[in-house]
């Protein structure tokens, strides 16, 4: 069987596989992020702070929200995995 993880060199290799695709997909979402977004549209959305510093005001990217739901989905798996150690955490705390 072709997925088998019990051996380690499979395991690393599926790893470093998917490691590949998810930072190519960042990076083309990452490259095309500002392609709808030109100069003006940034020049008429900023703000201005004495005239000295512009500040630029746009929408979430579609990096971002890959990014965020990443970030939004490992927390999820990490509490569940660690659920038992921090069910030990808030019963010694609530003693």
């Avoid at 990452?30 to 510093?53: F, W």
């Avoid at 579609?62 to 808030?90: D, K, M, N, P, S």
Wanted: aromatic letters at 18%.
């Amino acid at each position: 069987m072709w997925l088998d993880f019990a051996n380690n060199y499979v395991y690393c290799f599926y790893m470093v596989i998917i490691c590949m695709v998810a930072f190519t997909v960042l990076m083309i979402l990452l490259l095309r992020s500002g392609h709808d977004y030109s100069v003006h549209d940034t020049e008429a959305h900023s703000t201005n702070y004495a005239n000295v510093i512009k500040e630029g005001h746009g929408g979430l990217t579609a990096f971002l929200w890959v990014l965020y739901a990443a970030i939004l989905i490992w927390t999820v798996v990490y509490f569940i995995q660690h659920a038992a150690e921090f069910g030990l955490i808030f019963a010694a705390a609530g003693q």
